[in-house]
């Protein structure tokens, strides 16, 4: 990993841990148990730092695990996403809600499937009962809650959401530039596309997970800034200046 990816991952991994220690005492002696956002975001927390410390395990051997790097983060990447799209949506609708809603539709596809065998009817009646009632979820006004958004509209909100408030972490890279040409290749290398299983390519993959696992990384810090900071906007510019920081000394 270059030197200057590296150390803002590093960085990240650091505050992720501080954060993952306040969500903890939140969740166990806070009384947040129940609340959606808190759990998602201790769930994603964990889940950051498992792909970090994945990722530095199948890159200690150099790029020969570039397509499983690729396939780690991935999955990150998406878990980050739909946390910070939550965290800045200004949508009537409970984001969180719409969250809980898309995955009970998943789920209600895989339990829809497996009811067709005998071994796993029961369990999936289980899951659809449970599901079915969150799938069906209104809004204070009695409408159906929508499921959320697709990826590439949630990164575009995101862009939305950041400029009206007068604050961007990324600056020029564009979120549909961040979709074509970074998550939709990653997509690419989890799906075992002909195209991106190349071990020739392995060097291109393996920096576009390091990517990838530093943006994720970023999109989930910057989520607790809004939910919970005081001065959310402060606290933004403030982890983007250290990043700029750190990036500044490390040119290479």
């Known amino acids: 990993m270059s030197d200057k990816i590296s150390a803002i991952v590093e960085e990240c991994r650091v505050r992720l841990c501080k954060h993952?220690?306040?969500?903890?005492?939140?969740?166990?002696?806070g009384g947040q148990q129940?609340?959606?956002?808190?759990?998602?975001l201790m769930r994603t927390v964990d889940f950051g730092l498992q792909t970090m410390k994945a990722l530095e395990l199948l890159t200690a051997d150099g790029d020969c695990n570039a397509?499983?790097?690729?396939?780690?983060?991935?999955?990150?990447?998406?878990?980050?996403?739909?946390?910070?799209?939550?965290?800045?949506?200004?949508?009537?609708?409970?984001?969180w809600v719409r969250l809980q809603v898309y995955w009970a539709v998943e789920d209600l596809k895989w339990a829809n499937a497996a009811n067709a065998f005998k071994d796993l009817k029961s369990h999936a009646e289980v899951i659809r009962v449970a599901r079915e009632d969150v799938r069906n979820r209104e809004d204070l006004e009695g409408r159906p809650i929508q499921p959320a958004p697709p990826i590439i509209e949630m990164l575009r909100e995101i862009d939305k959401a950041n400029r009206a408030q007068g604050h961007s972490t990324e600056g020029s890279l564009e979120r549909d530039y961040v979709y074509t040409n970074l998550y939709r290749l990653l997509c690419q290398a989890a799906h075992g596309?002909?195209?991106?299983?190349?071990?020739?390519?392995?060097?291109?993959?393996?920096?576009?997970?390091?990517?990838?696992?530093?943006?994720?990384?970023?999109?989930?810090?910057?989520?607790?800034?809004?939910?919970?900071?005081?001065?959310?906007?402060?606290?933004?510019?403030?982890?983007?200046?250290?990043?700029m920081e750190i990036a500044n000394e490390h040119p290479v």
């Not at 993952?20 to 002696?29: D, P, Q, T, V």
Request: net charge neutral.
């Open 20 to 29: 993952r220690e306040l969500l903890h005492h939140a969740l166990e002696k």
């Open 34 to 40: 129940d609340d959606p956002p808190a759990v998602m």
């Open 67 to 95: 397509l499983a790097a690729c396939a780690a983060t991935r999955a990150f990447f998406e878990a980050a996403t739909r946390i910070l799209w939550a965290s800045t949506s200004p949508e009537s609708q409970n984001p």
């Open 193 to 243: 596309h002909p195209v991106a299983i190349r071990t020739d390519k392995n060097k291109t993959n393996l920096q576009r997970a390091r990517v990838g696992l530093m943006l994720a990384a970023l999109y989930l810090l910057e989520a607790p800034c809004h939910v919970a900071a005081n001065n959310p906007k402060e606290e933004i510019e403030a982890l983007a200046t250290r990043i």
